[in-house]
């Protein structure tokens, strides 16, 4: 579903659908009444999530940035981590000095914002703003570019397939 969203709508528009989702789900959480409701929000909770999390975010970095592509990935999975540790510690604080009902009203506000900004500040890819990956004002060369290419018909490189073995990972 969110690969699908995402070539029709853009990365950019289904970051914001999942910030939203994930806000209104954590705030709506604080007056459940009864197990269904805490089910049927979790289940929306988990589709936000999954709208703002790897795939997306990873996509988007991917558009942005080509020669240091798995530097950047690495990167974006870490503070991924670090924020998924933090999160939990902040929740079971804001429990412990006001309660859950207000902790999950409190948490959207403390997650949703930051993030609503970052969805409003970025975008899809590179040519929205005139640029190519990287922030070049023009695109690679074309040699770089079909060097991923090797062993196809008409390529320079006829070593088949298994080329990509030979070459360095960084």
């Known amino acids: 579903l969110n690969g699908w969203i995402i070539d029709r709508k853009g990365v950019k528009s289904i970051l914001l659908a999942g910030v939203v989702t994930m806000g209104v ?16 929000l979790c289940v929306f909770l988990g589709m936000g999530a999954s709208w703002t999390h790897h795939f997306p975010t990873q996509l988007l970095v991917a558009k942005w940035f080509a ?3 798995g530097l950047m990935i690495g990167i974006l999975t870490t503070l991924s981590g670090i924020g998924s540790t933090l999160v939990p ?8 000095s006001v309660g859950w009902r207000e902790a999950l009203l409190i948490l959207p506000i403390l997650l949703v914002v930051p993030l609503l900004a970052v ?7 590179p040519e929205d703003m005139g640029l190519f990956a990287d922030g070049a004002l023009a695109p690679p060369p074309a ?6 290419r090797a062993g196809t018909p008409g390529s ?15």
């Open 156 to 170: 320079k490189n006829e070593a088949g397939d298994w080329a990509f073995l030979r070459q360095t990972p960084f």
């Open 67 to 69: 020669k240091r592509r």
């Open 25 to 40: 789900s954590l705030a709506l959480l604080s007056g459940v009444g009864s197990l269904w409701q805490y089910f049927l």
């Open 89 to 96: 510690l902040l929740s079971a604080a804001l429990i412990a």
């Open 143 to 148: 040699e770089s570019r079909s060097g991923s």
């Open 119 to 125: 969805t409003f500040v970025v975008r899809n890819q």
